[in-house]
């Protein structure tokens, strides 16, 4: 048999909660009727049972816009409980450096959307399938393209080194990309200030000089000047005869 003062310290416990997060009563009424129902020994069964269930827990029932509960309301259900909702954080990967100010905690879950097939959710293991005349990924690579967005956070944080790496010698900058893989294969890793990136080596800055050359408008994209840079080159040697 329960003893009278645990069982109406769990109660209050309880009831005082839900009555904090819901001022209609609701929640606080519907656990009481669920306390009165059982005598002391079917108390101690059920909290018994609940202490070992790992999935039996309180549930607050609410009705949105009605009877929602505000940050205020949480707060003090917390105190209440003793809970503490700020914490300062320890990053042990990190030499367990420890947040200057507490920062709010909670629990964030972390799971595949299942309408998302596996292949879609993949990470691609190369980038050899390209459009030949722009240079972008296509087909199975195609997962390796970056976004816009993902172009402007790098922009926003400052991240410029990797934005030179994603945007050219792993993107379309083939000049640049047989110096990195010739660095690798020879001596097993590269360093980005390593490579020299030549504007003619850009399929996508050749492409677009194309067009504007087409159309009678001069840039700097690749070189200023009028003429491509494989006609300024003169005409190709011969074979044979």
């Given at each position: 048999m329960a003893k009278p003062s645990k069982r109406k310290e769990?109660?209050?416990?309880?009831?005082?909660?839900?009555?904090?997060?819901?001022?209609?009563?609701?929640?606080?009424?519907?656990?009481?009727?669920?306390?009165?129902?059982?005598?002391d020994a079917k108390f101690k069964r059920w909290l018994e049972a609940f202490l070992k269930d790992e999935e039996?827990?309180?549930?607050?029932?609410?009705i949105p816009h009605k009877n929602e509960p505000s940050l205020g309301d949480i707060e003090k259900a917390a105190k209440l409980?003793?809970?503490?909702?700020e914490e300062r954080v320890v990053f042990p990967a990190n030499?367990?450096?420890?947040?200057?100010?507490?920062?709010?905690?909670?629990?964030?879950?972390?799971?595949r959307h299942q309408q998302i097939v596996s292949k879609k959710n993949s990470l691609a293991n190369g980038i050899r399938q390209r459009n030949q005349r722009t240079g972008q990924v296509t087909g199975d690579s195609k997962a390796a393209r970056e976004s816009d967005m993902e172009n402007y956070?790098?922009?926003?944080?400052?991240?410029?080194?990797?934005?030179?790496?994603?945007m050219g010698a792993r993107a379309d900058d083939m000049h640049s990309k047989k110096q990195m893989y010739g660095k690798i294969s020879?001596?097993?890793?590269?360093?980005?200030?390593?490579?020299?990136?030549?504007?003619?080596?850009?399929?996508?800055?050749?492409?677009?000089n194309v067009l504007f050359l087409g159309a009678g408008i001069r840039t700097d994209l690749v070189s200023n000047s009028l003429v491509l840079n494989v006609s300024a080159k003169g005409p190709r040697p011969k074979v044979g005869g």
């Open positions: 769990v109660e209050a416990a309880v009831l005082s909660t839900m009555a904090t997060l819901d001022k209609t009563g609701l929640n606080s009424r519907k656990y009481a009727e669920f306390f009165r129902s059982m005598d039996e827990n309180f549930f607050l029932e609410i409980l003793g809970i503490p909702l030499g367990g450096v420890k947040t200057k100010d507490a920062v709010p905690v909670g629990w964030l879950l972390i799971k956070a790098l922009q926003t944080v400052g991240a410029n080194h990797a934005l030179k790496e994603l020879t001596e097993g890793f590269v360093q980005g200030g390593e490579l020299k990136p030549d504007p003619q080596g850009k399929v996508t800055l050749n492409t677009i």
